[in-house]
């Protein structure tokens, strides 16, 4: 259901105020005995929660404006050395640029029969046949 007008100017009000009978007052309605119907009606609800969520959206950054933050910080030719380095270390980070990549080849045989896949072991198990490797040799 839509809100009526009165009953989104109640929840602008309160919103602002946290004071449901001060939003009731300025939004047309009689306050004695509204301010409970008002706020149990599922549709002003449904509509404050909804506004809340989008004001919290709005206060936390993501990811893409984080990352528009830290390009117009490495471009700012006003900003620190430092400043700008960091951020520059921030987009490499998020971009995956430090990972270590170790390049493991050749076969592992459990017995005679039986050949182990190295392509589908984890990073952790990965490490554990190369310290494993390592100490055989």
Do not use: C, P
Not at 10 to 27: M, P, R, T
Not at 64 to 75: A, I, M, P
């Amino acid at each position: 259901m839509k809100l009526t007008e009165k009953q989104q100017k109640f929840v602008d009000y309160y919103l602002a105020s946290g004071n449901a009978e001060d939003a009731a007052k300025k939004a047309g309605y009689n306050a004695r005995g509204n301010t409970t119907k008002l706020l149990q009606n599922t549709t002003i609800q449904n509509a404050i929660k909804e506004r809340n969520e989008q004001i919290e959206n709005n206060r936390i950054a993501d990811m893409k404006e984080v990352k528009e933050f830290w390009s117009n910080t490495l471009r700012d030719n006003q900003a620190d050395l430092k400043d700008r380095l960091k951020a520059s270390e921030y987009i490499a980070k998020t971009n995956a640029a430090f990972i270590e990549k170790k390049e493991i080849s050749g076969e592992m045989t459990q017995n005679v029969n039986s050949k182990v896949d190295l392509s589908k072991l984890s990073v952790e198990e990965l490490k554990k046949v190369e310290s494993i490797l390592s100490k055989a040799q």
